[in-house]
Structure formats: C-alpha cells, structure tokens
C-alpha cells in the first residue's frame, strides 16, 4: 500500500511542476488536427516563443471532425478539415472567416495553392499541406509491379488487404474501377460502387485511417491503401521491399486546410499560431515531420532535399493527370452515409 | 451420518471434486492470465510483443518521463476523488433514506437507482453528450466529473443498501430514547455500523471512475483526456509496452483497492449476492 | 410516519439522477425524433404539430429497422447469445467448486479472486487479449514453436475474437450470480437424494440444478444485457471490420453524423434491455424465486 501512495504523491508533484491547465496558464491553444500531422518540436517551439500551452487532440476522418464541431461544445481553438468539407463546415456555420490582415506572414504561401474551388480568396481557410490518396504494397511478396486499384479487390491476397476508414476515399476506389469521377451523385452508379466495396469487406483485414503504415510495414498486410506522407517515409525507409503507387485508373488530390471554428476561445492564440507555421523553418519542420509537401514557396529552401526529390511527396503534374480533388456531392452525401455503414455493417 | 458431507453422494467423490478443482483452476488461470501477462511483457525489453527478450525497467523510466501520460493520470486522479467523495456522500444518504420505513416514492427511487446500471454504457454517453451540447456546456475534466458521478451513485446506493440488510434499527431508536439528537445518532451509531460498506463502495466508485473508458470518450473535451482514453488511443496505435507498464500500475492499483473493499463488504449472514 | 427525514436524505439523489440522468435520456429521446441536419444534429422543428401530423417524427425508427441495421442488431445478439452460453458452461463448474467443493475457509479467497478482474479496468483486460491473439502474438508464438501450426493463425480482428474477449469480460458476471444461488443450497437435500437411492448425476439433475435456476438465470441475464451493448471488445479486438450495435449507435454520433439514428437504435437497445429485465423480475417473482438483482 506503501508504495502505491509514495507512486501517487510522485505522479502529483511530477505533474504539479509542469504548467497544468487553463487555470494557471494565462494563454491557452487547443487544436483539433489529424494524427500525426504536427510534430511535438514544432509545437514547443511555439511555446516556447509565446508562452502560449498547447493541447492537441486527433481525429481521423473529416466526417469526425464535423460531427465534433457540430456538437458545439468541443472547445477547439483551430482545426485541419480537407478541401471537400469546408463548405459543408461553412453553411453550418461551424468555422469562422479568418481576419486576413492578422495574418502577417500569409504571403509566404506559393499563390498557385490559394483561391480554389472550395474556398474562393481563401475567406476561411489557410492551406496547410497537401498530398495524394495511392497505395502501397510489399514488393517481396508481390512480385509483379503494381499500377491499378485492383489489387486491393485481389482473392489471392485475402485477409492482407487494408483500405481507409474514409469513406469518401473508399468510394473514390470503387468509382474510378468503373471510370466514373471521384465526385459522381448518380445513386445508382454510387449503388453499384457500393455493391463492389461489399463484396471486397471479407477480403480486408482492417479499415484504418491511422496505422495503415505501421500494419504495412509489420507485414501484417501486403498491400494498403493510405495517404502519401506516411507512405512515403516507410518506402524511404525500406525502399527495396515496398513500393508507393498512383494507380493508374486516378484518385485524389486532396489538400488540408487550417481554420477557426465558431465560437473559438483563444481566436488569438490562434492567429499566433498561423503566423508562426507560415514562417519558413517552421513550415519547413513540419515537413521534415510529417512527410507531407508545403504550400509555403519561403520554406522550400529549408525542407530536407530528399523530401523535395521523392516523387510520392512532391509528385510532377505528369503523375497527377486524370487525379482529382474531392468536392462537397451535398445531399448525395447522405445516401453515402448510408451505403457506407452498409459495407462496415458485412 | 449428519457428519458427512455432501462429497460423499458425488460418484466416485475424489475425480469429480479433482476435476472440478481442475476446471476451476483452468478458469482462474484464464481470467488471470492475461493479466498477468500483461505485467509480465511490461517488464519485457524487446518492443515486439511475445518473444521474450530481457527484463528491464525501462517502460516504467519511459512512463515516468512521459509528461502527457502523467498529465492524464493526474486528471483521472483529480476527477476519481471529486466523484467518489460526491457519489459516496448522497449514495450513502440515499441507502439510509431506502432503510427507513416510511419512504416517499420507494418504488420509483428504486427503480431510477437501478436505471444507471442496467442501462448500457453507450446509451448513457450518447445521452450525456446531447445533453451537454443542447444545454451548451462546454466539455471538460468538469463534464467528465459530472458524467462519472451521475452513473456511479447509484452503485453506492446499492452496495451501502445491501450491507445494511439485516441493519438493526433498534439501536438507533434506543440510542434517541437515550436523548441523543437525530444528528448525533447519526454519526455515534448509524455510521460506525455501516462504515465498512461505505468505504467499500466508496473504493467501487473510486476503481469505476478511474477505469471508465465509453462513457468518458464521449463528454471529454479538450484537456480532459483521462488516463483509459490516453491509454485506449496507444493500445490503437499499438506502439510500445509503454502501455503495458501503465495498464500493469493502473491493474495493480485498482486490484488491490477492490481486494480492500472486498474484505470490508464480506457479506453478513443474511448474504444475498452482492454483485451489480 | 414522517417521511421527511427520507424525503430529505433522497432529495439531492432525485436532484442528481433527474438532471444528470433522466434530463439527458429525456434529450436522447428528443433527439431520436427529430431530422438530422449536415452536421448530423438534430434540426429544429418549426411546425410542430404539423411535425407530429406528418409522422416524420417516426423516421429514424423507420430506418433503423432497415435490413443492414436488422443485420447488425441480430448478429449483436447472436454473439451475446454465444457468449452467454459459453460463460454458462465455463461458469458453472467453478461456481460449484467454489460454493460447495472448495473447503470452507478457502472459500471466501477463492470467491474474492474471482471478483478482483470483475472490478478492474474492461479496457485493459480487452487490450490484454490484444497481446494474445495477435499474429505474432502469446498464442501464435507458442503453437509455432510447439510446431503445431506453420504461419500465425488469423485470430485478431475476427468475429472468433470479440466472442472470446467477451466471455472472457462477463464470465465474473456469471461466477457470481451461480455461487450466490449454489451457496445457499441445503446439503441435507442432498444427502436425502443420495438416501433415496439417486445416482450422483440424477441428484444433480433433480435437485441441484433446479434449485440453482434462479442463479442461472440471474446470470443468463447479467451476462447477456451488457453483451448485446458492448462497444470496446468489438473497437479493440474486433478491427473496424465486426460491426455490432454499440459500433453502430458510436458511427452515427461521430463519422456517420445522424446524432437523430444513432439515438433512436440506442433507445431500441435501451428498450429491448428493460423489457428483458423486466419480464425476468415478474418472472421470478411469480415464481417465488429471490430477485438475485
């Protein structure tokens, strides 16, 4: 019994020395971001600088991050939403326009990445990194070089397949195996789509958004679906056994944006942030982290050469023919609910 | 022969009471086992779970240098005490109230402390979120609190309430014909008698709320990620026996707490199962 | 009497449990008639009696007796029902070793080691069985080294694997409920069964098991509710790939944003869970049986 409570009373003053929650802290950062899409020393740098404590909580799918916002009650200072969902987050008024002359060191950011379709003159959003959906698969045990999503629908590879737990990035699978656009409404292409993803739930081990890499990569799946940044630093790793791949039937092009929720505590500590990520060695860490490229053109003479090389994180135009980025489908997006909870439920 | 046991009606008495010692211990082994296991591989120095590869205290050094996962175990501290202390309070309040004779709405008061603890986890969390977001009370270590608090009275009230079965209330009333005040009664009579079953069930309600991972996931808001989140979002990323170490101090702690609280709840003669 | 004293002590339990407790089941139920809005939270009704009129208040009842939620729901009470049985089986034995095999001054240890995992983290007990199952995991390794098996066994992430997390967290439920009813059985029933001449089986088929029936079925029900609303086993063991009820009512409060359908399949479970619980208190009531509740 002893023990225990000496192991209690260290446990408290181990956690009373460190600056604890917003009580004592004057200023306070909460962020809502995907999972290992921000690196520790980025942050305590920030804190360091400002003095400004950070919190930061994951989530894995942007279906997730709106259900949360929604909720009113979440508390988040700045989230990461993807392109395709930022109107949806507009017209439940759930992200706050951003005060763009807060934003000092907005020019940093390579002008070809701003203005787009889902946010015209960037009025609520600020581009944060962006990338591709591909696969990536063991060579040593696939021998054949892989270039189409079919492999991931394979008999032969039954039980080590992995796909996302995205629902959108699923259906993108599905839809362009038949040649339709990852943006298609027609219920009854979207049905067929379904119906191919159905059949495909007992040959995958698992639907995981977060540790596609580390599944691959223990062996205990030969080929995934996933996001090209984590994809990436497993094939530089271990370049002789697995392999990137933009099959060649298209996907998606996405891009993560940062924005204020409504109703934002800290809105200043915010605006701090941003600052801070769009300086170039920042923005430049974050890269060097994460694995992800930058929008940011002042950071590109700080980012690791070998990143800036690797095609699966710096992919030419040539390699992006035919790949598009997801949009809001509006009401379509229910029946996709639907259909989705009807693959998982298999 | 009043003196024989009953053994001696079972065939062939030494094999079948062998085999069901044997069973038994089988199921003892695999309630245990993974626990045990579990302590074991947190002392395991290779990374990769099953083949053993040294001992060492490294996971533990690991843990203790980890300033997140301290931070939750300070918070699932913070909020375990907060709740016990309530929840052991009106629980107990409500077990001395249930003992009286003349109870104003018995039957519902029952029923509603029973509700909590039949209804499932998901439910409750579903219904605590909503009410948080429609009444626009922002998440935090305090909606936890409240969370915890609300599901772990009634367990209170029922295990203070089972302890007290065969309560003799002949010495409360001698000991107010002797002149003592309601309050005095209280605290000189009525409290030493049932003291064990209150600690006991505060002990319950301290290992629930320290243990609670559903209904915690679904009020936690920002800076009130608890020690079973924390721990729930590593056993996902499946990293390191980090996790072990942790979930080996946590079972320990709980462990011994319910053994105590065992102890003090060892059931009177009129034993009915105390189990909810 | 004077019910003041109770009414006093009660007062900030009613308090608590109302507005913690009730007031948000209230909200739940609020919800689960409403229309979800994008965002998955329940839209305001402007017109309400034209609301109610139209019947669309009914909706998300409707649709969750859709075939794929049917389908989640029955193989969520398939696996309950499995497991119910399995712990029976397991459980029983024990039960009697520990009530009447077990020497009397080992019984209480043997009963309170039995409880301890009962009280302990769910979570981490889960997890534990992660180390286990797993492809290179306690059980992989052993039957590979035992040259029982050439390539790791699919264990994890499999229907197989929620089932035995399951047995494995509520056997305690059913140890229990088993040993209250098996301790309080009188020896001399049957010592006069032995003396009537029965065999050692036909005693236990004739007076033991029917007398502990109540505890049969005190622990039928106590593992079988908890079963049917589960939620981590599925999420740790179960990879994303076995959907069961608590998964289900969990996605539409989260990525399926349909706060409105996930309330109501989580009422239907709340509603199926009472109705049980019920018909086993009038049943066992009329049957003169204790209420091991």
Known sequence: MKYWLVLLTAIFTAGCTKAPSTAAAPKQLNIYIWSEYLPQQVLDQFTQRTGIAVTVDTYDSNETLMAKLASGVAGYDLVVPSDYIIQPLIRQNLIAPLDKSRLTNFGNLDPAFLNQHFDPNNQYSMPYLWGTTGLAYNKKIINTPVDSWDILFDPKYSGRILMLDDMRECFVVALKRMGKSVNETDPAILNQAADMLKKQHALVRAYDSENYDRTLESGDVVVAQGWNGQMAKVVSDRPDEFAYVLPREGGTIWMDNVCIPTGAKNPDAAYQFMNFILEPQPAAEIVNGVYYASPNAAARQFIDPKILNDRNIYPTADMLKGWEFLNDIGPTSRLLDQLWTEIKAQ | MKSLSYQSLVLSPRLSSRLLALHSGIVYVFLYGPILLLVALSFNRSPLSARWAGFTLDWYGKLLRDTEMIAAAQRSLIVAVGVTMIATVLGTAAALALARPAVPARAATNALLYLPIVIPEIVIGCALLTFFSVTRWELSLWTVGAAHVSFSLSYVAIVVRARMAGFDRSLEEAAMDLGASPAATFWRVTLPLIFPGVIAAALLVFTLSIDDYVITSFVAGTDSTTLPLKIASMVKTGLTPEVNAVSTLLLGLTMILVWIAQRLLRPPESARGVHS | ?293
């Open chain 3, 1 to 293: 009497m004077n019910k003041r004293p109770a009414a006093l002590l009660l007062s900030p339990t009613w308090l608590l449990l109302g507005g913690l407790f009730l007031l948000p089941l209230a909200l739940l139920i609020g919800a689960s008639i409403h229309q979800p809005d994008d965002a998955g939270n329940p839209q305001t009704v402007s017109h309400w009696r034209a609301y109610m009129q139209s019947g669309d208040w009914k909706d998300n009842y409707t649709e969750s007796l859709h075939e794929i939620y049917l389908h989640v729901a029955m193989r969520s009470v398939w696996l309950a029902v499995a497991t119910t049985v399995v712990c029976l089986l397991i459980a029983y034995p024990t039960a009697y070793f520990i009530a009447l095999t077990a020497p009397p001054e080992r019984k209480n240890m043997y009963l309170t080691l039995a409880v301890i995992p009962f009280w302990t983290s769910f979570l981490i007990r889960i997890a534990a069985w992660r180390l286990i199952l797993q492809d290179e995991g306690v059980l992989n390794v052993m039957l590979m080294k035992l040259h029982l098996i050439a390539s790791p066994l699919r264990l994890m992430d499999t229907p197989l694997a929620v089932m035995i997390g399951l047995v494995y967290g509520e056997l305690p439920f059913m140890i229990l409920p088993l040993y209250a009813s098996l301790e309080k059985l009188d020896r001399s029933l049957l010592e006069a069964s032995a003396d009537l001449g029965a065999t050692a089986a036909a005693t236990f088929r004739r007076v033991t098991l029917p007398l502990s029936m109540p505890g049969v079925v005190a622990g039928c029900v106590l593992v079988f509710i908890p079963g049917i609303g589960q939620f981590i086993v599925s999420d740790l063991l179960g990879g994303s790939r076995t959907m069961l009820i608590g998964n289900l009512i969990q996605d539409q409060f989260t990525s399926g944003r349909n706060k409105p359908l996930g309330a109501a399949v989580a009422l239907e479970l709340t509603a199926v869970v009472l109705a049980m619980l019920i018909a086993y208190t009038i049943a066992a009531r009329r049957k003169g049986m204790e209420v091991a509740l």
